[in-house]
């Protein structure tokens, strides 16, 4: 059975606090506490220690998707108190300007795929430069971006093949049109499904899904099912 | 040319014919194409413009007059329109030359590449008969290579038809590019559909799974990457093709680029009708040349002992 869970973004923007208290008595054992905006980063610090996070198997950090100009190395550092506890830290590779800086990090530094909007990191190709230059960093591949980057989902395909050893989280939603999360849609579904077989069962997934609180349980039912190996080809052979 | 300020993420500015084929000489024209795979924009005829203008202004000599060729395509159509009512002559050759003979002139190919592999899906996902229920066996993907014979007896009837409405005017020059430059794309689009076969015995068969439609479409991706000349090379390594042969055949393409690069006489065969042709020394050079392509192109395809079978079995019938 697939570990399913959500981001704190996604339930409650910066409010983290909320959306732990949201998923308390659901199914929900694997989590990734966000601070994708740089000023979220400190309360989420602070309280670290008050955090009720017993119930969860695994739990990694998102880091700021954008950082102030001169503030990198204070919010490595930061960081770096989360990877000390082992938690990966989902980061976005154009957030990144000094890469000897993120290196410290090692494979706790988890580089996400990109959406259409971002210059860079959104293909293998593209991907691989930056595990050039990172070479111990972890892979989350986010099959909503990879979706919208190629709607036929080799991308996916390719870069789970390529980035196989790195692979320690996966992002899941709709991706929309603005680059967007959004609830997923049964297109989302079939075409995740095409690349289930190659996503180890171990391998958590966290959900970047808007849910509201009544949808917490509908939206993780719906991922089982978006990852659930799709049936071989239906065709058959006529020769 | 500027792409940052001019092309969004959602388009991609595509070069056909014999830039995309690396192959480009001293009196090429420029095919191209503004690839556009999103939202609707009136802006994006001014960027077609833009382009056209500044083409024009860099002594570019433009697309023909066919009207395939410089201007605006759009994905769906390209994507969706796989035969019937509404494939055109345009878009079927928009299509089958953006899997074969296109390259995307800008730092950013998302667009391309997007485009490319919905293509690509298209044509395996609803294709009924190349893979065996056990995985063990792929065949051929007959809907994209019929889709790839047809376009090559397009291109055929295409050039009878030109001659007509133009007068003979550019007779010989298409003459001679359809024996060598068509007929290259033709074969290493079959090739490039040859390649998904595989024997029971094949190492590399994998079993079939979820993923295998698209370990495919990435399969065929790879192809579309490279140049024509380059499939067709990788194909005489790939199926073992004697040495003789395969120089008889890179040789006479060589001589056929060496032939139009040479001003003079791509100006002869431009301005040479068929009435005239018989008794021509550039014309007759080139038929040798077309010939020789043709007798090494004919003993790979139906001789070689790898090539031939599949050649008979998908090729011909």
């Known amino acids: 059975m697939r570990k399913i869970g959500f981001s704190t973004g996604a339930l409650a923007k910066g409010d983290f606090a909320l959306a732990l208290k949201f998923l308390r008595g659901t199914s929900v054992g694997v989590i990734e506490l966000s601070a994708l905006r740089q000023n979220e980063l400190w309360p989420l610090l602070d309280s670290l220690e008050l955090l009720e996070l017993a119930p969860f198997s695994y739990v990694s950090v998102h880091a700021p998707s954008r950082i102030e100009e001169g503030t990198e190395k204070k919010v490595v550092d930061a960081l770096g108190t989360f990877a000390k506890r082992g938690w990966p830290v989902i980061t976005h590779p154009d957030a990144i300007r000094d890469f000897d800086l993120w290196r410290s990090l090692g494979r706790l530094l988890c580089i996400e795929n990109m959406d259409n909007r971002k210059p860079i990191g959104r293909t293998a190709i593209e991907l691989r430069g930056i595990f050039e230059k990172l070479p111990e960093a972890s892979f989350c591949l986010d099959l909503g971006h990879a979706r919208q980057v190629d709607p036929t989902m080799t991308e996916a395909l390719v870069m789970l093949r390529e980035f196989k050893s790195r692979l320690i989280q996966l992002h899941v939603s709709e991706v929309n049109t603005a680059s967007r999360h959004e609830l997923l849609t049964l297109a989302a579904v079939y075409a995740f499904r095409k690349v289930a077989s190659l996503i180890p069962e171990s391998i958590p997934i966290i959900l970047e899904t808007p849910a509201a609180r009544n949808q917490i349980e509908r939206e993780i039912a719906t991922a089982a099912r978006a990852l659930k190996e799709a049936p071989a080809h239906p065709m058959t052979v006529m020769h | 040319m500027e792409r940052r300020t001019w092309i969004p993420r959602i388009e991609a500015f595509i070069a056909f014919g014999s830039i995309a ?37 860099a002594n570019f000599e433009g697309p023909g007059p066919t009207g395939t060729f410089g201007s605006m395509t759009f994905s769906h159509e390209i994507i969706h329109n796989i035969g019937g009512e509404n494939d055109s002559n345009r878009n079927t050759t928009r299509r089958v030359l953006l899997l074969l003979e296109s390259i995307p002139i800008a730092a950013d190919r998302l667009a391309y590449d997007r485009v490319t592999l919905g293509v690509l899906n298209r044509y395996l996902e609803e294709d009924t008969s190349f893979l065996t229920p056990d995985g063990q066996q792929r065949c051929v993907p007959r809907f994209l290579l019929n889709d790839i014979v047809r376009f090559w007896r397009t291109m055929a009837v295409d050039y009878a038809s030109k001659q007509r409405e133009r007068a003979h005017e550019g007779w010989a020059l298409r003459n001679v590019k359809l024996r060598m430059s068509r007929k290259l794309i033709f074969c290493s689009g079959m090739l490039m559909c040859f390649s998904c076969h595989k024997e029971p015995t094949d190492e590399s068969a994998v079993p079939l799974s979820s993923d295998i439609l698209i370990s495919l479409v990435a399969q065929l991706r790879d192809y579309v990457k490279l140049k024509p000349l380059e499939i067709l090379a990788k194909g005489l390594l790939d199926y073992g093709e004697d040495d003789e042969t395969s120089r008889n055949m890179l040789n006479a393409y060589d001589r056929f680029l060496a032939l139009i690069d040479d001003p003079d006489k791509r100006q002869t065969l431009k301005k040479l009708k068929s009435v005239d042709a018989q008794s021509n020394d550039v014309f007759d050079e080139a038929r040798g040349i077309s010939h020789a392509f043709q007798g090494a192109l004919s003993k790979f395809f139906f001789q070689n002992h790898k090539l031939s079978s599949l050649t008979q079995k998908y090729g011909v019938f």
Not at chain 2, 27 to 51: E, K, M, N, V
Request: glycine content about 10%; cysteine-free.
């Open chain 2, 21 to 57: 084929r690396g192959e480009w000489t001293s009196g090429s024209d420029l095919d191209w194409t503004l690839l556009i795979d999103g939202y609707a924009d009136p802006g994006h005829l001014a960027i077609s413009q833009a382009i056209q203008n500044a083409l024009k202004t």
